[in-house]
């Protein structure tokens, strides 16, 4: 079983690279679980119909208790789908739900039952407190991917991320493995993350162009895999996704 936790500020485009990835790797016949890991519980919606799906943290309080059918959701594209959730706004710690998420996904023996051949966590990174740590400390994740763009406001939060994996690395937990590009076609982008990764001591590893289908997928609920698998945007995420599952050498 790979787990592979990927991190990037908000609004970089992180859970669309996230759910692209986990489509691409389930159209190879993998058994893919993708955990979102924000309290906005949107990272599966390209996955479920553009939908939400009920939140590990809102099903808890309404029921009390849940079973796994319920915290666990089947997509289209045969990635099985869970989102952590948050508290009620203003009441409580959203890193806090990304741990009771774990703890009962363990609890049920979620990872037993669907023996997934891959795990997705799908992270905030704008604050690196110890709930959206959690995967990278808990020993849940194995490697750590950034996503960012050259804006600014996504290196630096890049660089507070990776300075937060680098601190438990020492520790036997996970690694960075580097960034991932989400080109937003500024000038001198390339250069800009180049240099952050030099920084940060760690490489890009992947280079993803901006392209107009991922946002027309989006209007149909879709990644661009299952919407346009024919595209070369497609083409680019299958191309991440295979690079992640084999640790492939960067790009």
Same mark, same amino acid.
């Given at each position: 079983?790979?787990?592979?936790?990927?991190? &990037?500020?908000?609004?970089?485009?992180?859970?669309?690279?996230?759910?692209?990835?986990?489509?691409?790797?389930?159209?190879?016949?993998?058994?893919?679980?993708?955990?979102?890991?924000?309290?906005?519980?949107?990272?599966?919606?390209?996955?479920?119909?553009?939908?939400?799906?009920?939140?590990?943290?809102?099903?808890?309080?309404?029921? *009390?208790?849940?079973?796994?059918? +319920?915290?666990? %959701?089947?997509?289209?594209?045969?990635?099985?789908?869970?989102?952590?959730? *948050?508290?009620?706004?203003?009441?409580?710690?959203?890193?806090? *739900?990304?741990?009771?998420?774990?703890?009962?996904?363990? +609890?049920?023996?979620?990872? +037993?039952?669907?023996?997934?051949?891959?795990?997705?966590?799908?992270?905030? &990174?704008?604050?690196?407190?110890?709930?959206?740590?959690?995967?990278?400390?808990?020993? %849940? /994740?194995?490697?750590?991917?950034?996503?960012?763009?050259?804006?600014?406001?996504?290196? %630096?939060?890049?660089?507070?991320?990776?300075?937060?994996?680098?601190?438990?690395?020492?520790?036997?937990?996970?690694?960075?493995?580097?960034?991932?590009?989400?080109?937003?076609?500024?000038?001198?982008?390339?250069?800009?993350? =180049?240099?952050?990764?030099? +920084?940060?001591?760690?490489?890009?590893? %992947?280079?993803?162009?901006?392209?107009?289908?991922?946002?027309?997928?989006?209007?149909?609920?879709?990644?661009?895999?299952? /919407?346009?698998?024919?595209?070369?945007?497609?083409?680019?995420?299958?191309?991440?996704?295979?690079?992640?599952? =084999?640790?492939?050498?960067?790009?």
């Amino acid at each position: 079983m790979k787990k592979i936790a990927i991190y &990037g500020k908000g609004g970089i485009g992180k859970s669309t690279t996230v759910s692209n990835i986990s489509a691409s790797l389930a159209s190879m016949g993998l058994v893919v679980l993708q955990i979102g890991c924000d309290p906005k519980a949107d990272s599966t919606r390209n996955l479920t119909g553009g939908k939400n799906i009920p939140t590990v943290l809102e099903t808890l309080r309404k029921n *009390g208790d849940a079973d796994l059918e +319920e915290l666990v %959701y089947k997509s289209t594209t045969g990635v099985l789908c869970v989102e952590a959730g *948050g508290p009620v706004p203003g009441v409580g710690c959203a890193g806090r *739900g990304i741990i009771t998420a774990f703890e009962k996904l363990e +609890e049920l023996d979620a990872y +037993e039952k669907y023996n997934p051949d891959i795990i997705l966590y799908d992270v905030l &990174g704008d604050v690196v407190c110890g709930g959206f740590a959690m995967p990278i400390r808990g020993g %849940y /994740a194995e490697e750590v991917c950034i996503v960012t763009s050259g804006e600014m406001m996504s290196l %630096y939060a890049a660089s507070n991320i990776s300075y937060a994996v680098k601190s438990f690395e020492n520790r036997g937990y996970a690694s960075l493995k580097g960034l991932i590009l989400n080109a937003k076609n500024i000038e001198g982008e390339n250069e800009l993350v =180049d240099n952050a990764a030099k +920084e940060i001591e760690t490489s890009v590893i %992947y280079r993803m162009p901006r392209h107009p289908l991922v946002q027309k997928a989006e209007e149909q609920g879709k990644t661009v895999v299952e /919407a346009f698998p024919d595209s070369d945007m497609a083409e680019h995420y299958r191309n991440l996704a295979k690079l992640l599952l =084999d640790g492939g050498d960067a790009k």
